[in-house]
Each structure stands twice: as structure tokens, then as C-alpha cells.
């Protein structure tokens, strides 16, 4: 587990674990060596922690893995912790997952969320082939995207979109593809916030010229997107 808060602000944002259904090379979670296996959650340290890191009664919590919707002991654990927080915190909840999961599972702590007015925001990932190294699995997350929107229209869900070569060389490429179309289906219906994380592998690296030219070409034609 780690946890993370801006100093002197009631957002924290805590990794559960390392476990997930994607194996994306620019995910931190191979690189962070506080990120440990499920077997080892000790949600009583994780309810401690919380408390020290906590600056406010009204909290945002972001909640992510790996993959949040990896496991069921996961879930139940984590709603009966919550559960404790509501009773001493003004709480609102950020799941985060890359939707290539158990929506089921996804589902059953979105509809307790709500129970509570819990959640008003979900987050997601879409990067070109780098997470989605196949257009099915691309097709895939899309369909769960617009099943999920549609099971809960009041949730602003939030798709992040990481930065990379891949990207840049989609949207300088003329040609389509299936990527590039979800990619502008999804500007349409979703707010898409644009990040560019760190680099573990040199290849991955982006120029100042590539990202000045990647981030003009959004300013452009994809106004809304934030960065």
C-alpha cells in the first residue's frame, strides 16, 4: 500500500496494491517498492493512515491497485473500511480502474457508493497501444466505458489519457484507427485530462518538440482537454 496527499490538502490518493489485468510499461507500480501483493493489505494500517495523513473533515480519497476491481476479499475489505471513515469524515470517493476487469465487482461498490452519496467522479485510463496492445482489448474497455456511463449517468467520469510516442504518432498519422476513433468518440461524452508521467525506459521519452507539437494539435482541435 501507499499513500500519497498534497500538503496542507484534504486529497489523498492511495495504491493498494500492485496486482492488476494490464502489464502497461510506463505504470509506476513496477517501480514502486512500497506496492506490495494483495495477501499482504492490512487495511487496519491503511485506516491508521489515513487518519495521520488527513488534514481536513471533508476528504477526497482516490482509490486505486494495480487494478481496484482485481478482487473480491479487496472490495469487501475496502467497503467495510469505508464504512468506519463515513462515520468521522465528510467522504468523497474516486475509484480509479482501466476497465479490462470484473465490472460485476465494479458495480457492486459503485451502487454501495452511491447508497451513501459517496461518489460523484470515476476515473480511467486510454493510452494508445501502450495499455492496449490489441484493438479487442481497446473495443473492450470502450463497451465498458459507455455501459458504465450509462448505469450512472450522474457520475462525472474522468478518462486519462497518457502522453506517448504512440499518441503523437497517431494524430500525425493520417490514417485511421480504431484507437484514434474511440479516442474522439470519448471527447465528445467524457472529460479527457492529458498527462505525461515519468519515463523508465528511454524510448519512451518525449522531446520538448513532440510535446509542443502534441499539445498545440489538442489545444486546436480538442479544446476541452486539460492538461
Same mark, same amino acid.
Given at each position: 500500500m501507499s499513500i500519497c496527499n498534497e500538503e496542507k490538502s484534504k486529497n489523498i490518493t492511495i495504491y493498494l496494491h500492485k496486482e $492488476?489485468?494490464?502489464?502497461?510499461?510506463? $505504470?509506476?507500480?513496477? !517501480?514502486?517498492? *512500497?506496492?506490495? +501483493?494483495i495477501t499482504d493489505l492490512d487495511f487496519d494500517k491503511i485506516y491508521d493512515s489515513i487518519h495521520q495523513a488527513a488534514t481536513s473533515k471533508d476528504l477526497n480519497i482516490n482509490f486505486t491497485g494495480g487494478e481496484l476491481f482485481?478482487?473480491? &476479499?479487496?472490495? /469487501? /475489505?475496502?467497503?467495510v473500511l469505508i464504512d468506519k471513515l463515513r462515520q468521522e469524515y465528510n467522504l468523497h470517493i474516486v475509484p480509479s480502474s482501466?476497465?479490462?476487469? +470484473?465490472?460485476?465487482?465494479c458495480y457492486k461498490f459503485i451502487d454501495y457508493l452511491c447508497k451513501y452519496d459517496l461518489i460523484k467522479s470515476f476515473s480511467t485510463s486510454f493510452d494508445?497501444?501502450? &495499455?492496449?496492445?490489441?484493438?479487442?482489448? =481497446?473495443e473492450l474497455?470502450?463497451?465498458?466505458?459507455?455501459?458504465?456511463?450509462? &448505469?450512472?449517468? !450522474?457520475?462525472?467520469?474522468?478518462?486519462?489519457?497518457?502522453?506517448? +510516442? @504512440?499518441?503523437?504518432? =497517431? *494524430?500525425?498519422?493520417? =490514417?485511421?484507427?480504431?484507437?484514434?476513433?474511440? *479516442? @474522439?468518440?470519448?471527447?465528445s461524452k467524457f472529460t479527457i485530462a492529458l498527462q505525461l508521467l515519468s519515463v523508465y525506459d528511454e524510448n519512451d521519452y518525449i522531446s /520538448?518538440?513532440? *510535446?509542443?507539437?502534441? !499539445? /498545440?494539435?489538442?489545444?486546436?482541435?480538442?479544446?476541452?482537454i486539460t492538461f
Open positions: $492488476c489485468t494490464l502489464k502497461c510499461p510506463f $505504470c509506476f507500480q513496477n !517501480h514502486n517498492k *512500497f506496492l506490495k +501483493n482485481y478482487s473480491d &476479499r479487496v472490495i /469487501d /475489505d475496502l467497503i482501466n476497465l479490462i476487469c +470484473n465490472m460485476k465487482l494508445f497501444k501502450k &495499455r492496449f496492445k490489441y484493438d479487442k482489448i =481497446a474497455w470502450y463497451k465498458n466505458l459507455i455501459e458504465l456511463q450509462s &448505469r450512472y449517468p !450522474h457520475l462525472q467520469i474522468i478518462v486519462n489519457t497518457i502522453i506517448t +510516442n @504512440e499518441l503523437i504518432d =497517431a *494524430f500525425n498519422d493520417s =490514417a485511421t484507427s480504431i484507437e484514434k476513433g474511440i *479516442f @474522439e468518440k470519448i471527447y /520538448d518538440d513532440n *510535446f509542443k507539437k502534441i !499539445h /498545440d494539435y489538442f489545444v486546436e482541435f480538442f479544446p476541452n
